[in-house]
C-alpha cells in the first residue's frame, strides 16, 4: 500500500494543530509552583474540562487504531467496552466512590487503599499500576508507529523516537493542568476526525445496508451485528461480557485507574467532579460507534487484501492478515483533501492525550506513593515537583522500551487487545478491594492482602497457564479476591470505628451525617 501523500492544505491543518496545542499547553502551565500543582491542577479545574479529558484518557491513538482492528475481526460487540463497560462503571464512580477519594484527601488510589487497609497493598498496586501504564505507554508507541509508516513512511523507531521526543518536551510544562486543557482540545479533534472516516466511509461503501450486506457475505462475520453476542462465541460469550466487563474491567477501570480518577481529584470541587464524570457518560454514548464501525466499513471494502483474520474456523487466529493497517487503509485511500490533516491532527490528538495522561499519572503514583512514604519521608514540596518532572522523562523512557516488547509479543495482534491483556491481571483483586473496603466496614488489612494477593495469582494462572480469554479472567480473579478478603477477614480483627471514618460508607462523619 502507498503512503499517504499530504497536500499543502492538510500539511497546514496538522500544522495548526500542533502549534495550537503547544500554546494552550504554555499557556495552562502557568503558575505552576508547588506539587499540588503540578499532580492535581491546584484542584481547579472546571467540570467541562475535566469531562472531556476523561474522554480522551480512555480513547486514544491505541483506542483508533486498535477498535477499527477489533470492529473488523469481531463487529459491533466491541461497542460493549463503552456501552456496559463504561455507563454504568462512570455513574458509580461519581455518586459512590469519588466523594470518598474526595473526602480523603488523597492524590491517589493507592493512597486510599493504603489508608482503608496498609502498606502492603498501597506498595504494591503503586507499582502494579505504574507497570501497566510504561506498557500501555509502549502500546501508543507502535500504535503512532503503525499509523506514520502509512502516512508518512517512517519506520518504527523513527516513529517510537520522534512521539518521545515530542512527549518530553510536551508532558513536562505543566503537570495536569497543561494536561487537562490540551485534551479539551484533542478530545474535539478526535470526534471530528472520526466522524470524517465514517461519513467518507460510508458514503464509498454505499451506505449502511450496502455496507452491512458486504460485511455478512463472509464467512466469518456471522455475529459481527450482535451487540449481544451468542454463549459460544470465542472471544465474547454473552456471561463473560455482562460478568467480566460489565461487572468487573468497567468499573475497577473507572474507579481504579489513577489516569481517570487524578483529573477528577483535580477539579474545583466534589460536584464539578460528578458533574464531569456523568458529562462524560453522555459523550461515551457517541464515541464507541465513532471507533469500531470503520472497522466495519474497512472489512466492507478492503477484506481482499487485508485478509480474514480466521483461518478454518472462527477464533483460529490468521497471522498473516493485515489487522495494523486497517484504520491507516482507510485514511489513505478514502479521505479527500483537507479530511486527511483533521484525521491525522485527530491521530495526534489521542497520542498526545494518552502519552501525556499515563505519564503524568504514573509520575504521580512514583512521588506519592513510593518516594515519599520509604525514600524520603521530610521530601520538600519543591523536591517533589523537580522529581515528578525528571520521573516524567524516565517513564517516556522506558514507554519506549516497553514498545519493542509490545510490537514482538503482540506484533500479530491488536494493540488493543494488548491493553486488556495487561489491565485484567490485577483489575479483578483492585475492585475486589475497593468495593469491599468501602462497602464492608468488617474488611480487615489482612483480609485486603490476601484478596489482593489470591486474585492476581488467580488471574496469572488462569491466563498465562490455562490461556482463559480475559473477560472470563476478570470474572474468576475477582471472585477469587472476593471471597479471600470476605475468608481472612472474618478471622482477623477489623480496624476500629475511628480510622474506618470517612473510608467506608457506613461509618457517620463526626459531624454525625454520612460521608
Known amino acids: 500500500m502507498e503512503k499517504a501523500v499530504l497536500s499543502t492544505v492538510d500539511t497546514a491543518l496538522v500544522v495548526a494543530y500542533l502549534v495550537i496545542v503547544s500554546a494552550v499547553a504554555l499557556w495552562a502551565s502557568r503558575g505552576v509552583k508547588s506539587s499540588k500543582d503540578y499532580f492535581l491542577a491546584g484542584k481547579t479545574l472546571p467540570w467541562w474540562a475535566v469531562a472531556l479529558s476523561l474522554v480522551v484518557s480512555d480513547i486514544g491513538a491505541k483506542d483508533m487504531v486498535g477498535l477499527a482492528t477489533d470492529g473488523y475481526r469481531w463487529g459491533v460487540v466491541m461497542m460493549n467496552f463503552d456501552f456496559l463497560g463504561c455507563i454504568f462503571a462512570v455513574l458509580l464512580a461519581a455518586f459512590l466512590f469519588m466523594p470518598f477519594f474526595w473526602m480523603a484527601g488523597i492524590y491517589t488510589v493507592p493512597e486510599y487503599l493504603g489508608r482503608r487497609y496498609n502498606m502492603y497493598v498501597r506498595t504494591f498496586f503503586a507499582i502494579v499500576w505504574t507497570i501497566f501504564m510504561v506498557a500501555t505507554l509502549g502500546t501508543i508507541f507502535v500504535s503512532a508507529a503503525a499509523m506514520f509508516k502509512i502516512l508518512l513512511g517512517w519506520g518504527f523507531w523513527l516513529s517510537v523516537g520522534i512521539v518521545a521526543a515530542a512527549g518530553i518536551a510536551y508532558t513536562t510544562v ?91 481529584l483535580g477539579a474545583r470541587s466534589g460536584n464539578d467532579a460528578r458533574a464531569a464524570y456523568v458529562m462524560c457518560a453522555a459523550i461515551k454514548l457517541v464515541f464507541p460507534v465513532l471507533l469500531v464501525v470503520p472497522g466495519l466499513i474497512a472489512l466492507a471494502l478492503f477484506s481482499d487484501t487485508l485478509g480474514a483474520p480466521f483461518i478454518g474456523q472462527l477464533g483460529n487466529e490468521n497471522p498473516e492478515w493485515q489487522g495494523k493497517l486497517v484504520l491507516p487503509r482507510l485514511v489513505v485511500e478514502l479521505l479527500p483533501r483537507g479530511a486527511l490533516g483533521v484525521v491525522v491532527g485527530a491521530f495526534l490528538a489521542g497520542i498526545t492525550s494518552n502519552l501525556d495522561s499515563y505519564v503524568n499519572s504514573a509520575s504521580t503514583l512514583l512521588v506519592s506513593d513510593i518516594y515519599r512514604p520509604f525514600v524520603r519521608p521530610r521530601a520538600t514540596d519543591r523536591e517533589c515537583l523537580g522529581l515528578g518532572r525528571v520521573l516524567t522523562v524516565a517513564l517516556i523512557c522506558a514507554g519506549v522500551a516497553a514498545s519493542y516488547v509490545v510490537e514482538t509479543y503482540y506484533g500479530d495482534k491488536s494493540v488493543f487487545e494488548a491493553f486488556q491483556d495487561a489491565l485484567t491481571l490485577f483489575q479483578g483483586a483492585l475492585f475486589a478491594l475497593l468495593l469491599l473496603g468501602m462497602l464492608w466496614p468488617r474488611a480487615t488489612q489482612w483480609g485486603g492482602l490476601a484478596g489482593m494477593l489470591c486474585g492476581v495469582a488467580c488471574a496469572v494462572v488462569l491466563m498465562r497457564g490455562y490461556g482463559m480469554p480475559y473477560l472470563w479472567v476478570a470474572w474468576w480473579s475477582f471472585v477469587t479476591a472476593v471471597t479471600a478478603t470476605v475468608a481472612v477477614s472474618l478471622v482477623t480483627k477489623p480496624y476500629d470505628t475511628e480510622r474506618l471514618r470517612g473510608l467506608v460508607c457506613w461509618i457517620p462523619t463526626e459531624e454525625g451525617g454520612k460521608p
Open 174 to 264: 505543566g503537570g495536569l493542568r497543561s494536561v487537562v486543557f490540551t485534551e479539551v482540545l484533542s478530545c474535539v479533534i478526535l470526534i471530528v476526525g472520526a466522524a470524517l472516516i465514517c461519513f467518507f466511509g460510508l458514503e464509498r461503501a454505499g451506505g449502511w445496508d450496502a455496507m452491512r450486506a458486504s460485511v455478512e457475505k463472509l464467512w466469518w462475520t456471522e455475529h459481527h451485528f450482535s451487540l449481544i453476542p451468542p454463549a459460544d462465541h470465542p472471544a465474547f460469550p454473552w456471561p463473560a461480557v455482562f460478568l467480566g466487563l460489565g461487572i468487573v474491567l468497567g468499573p475497577a477501570y473507572w474507579i481504579g485507574n489513577q489516569a481517570i480518577v487524578q483529573r477528577n
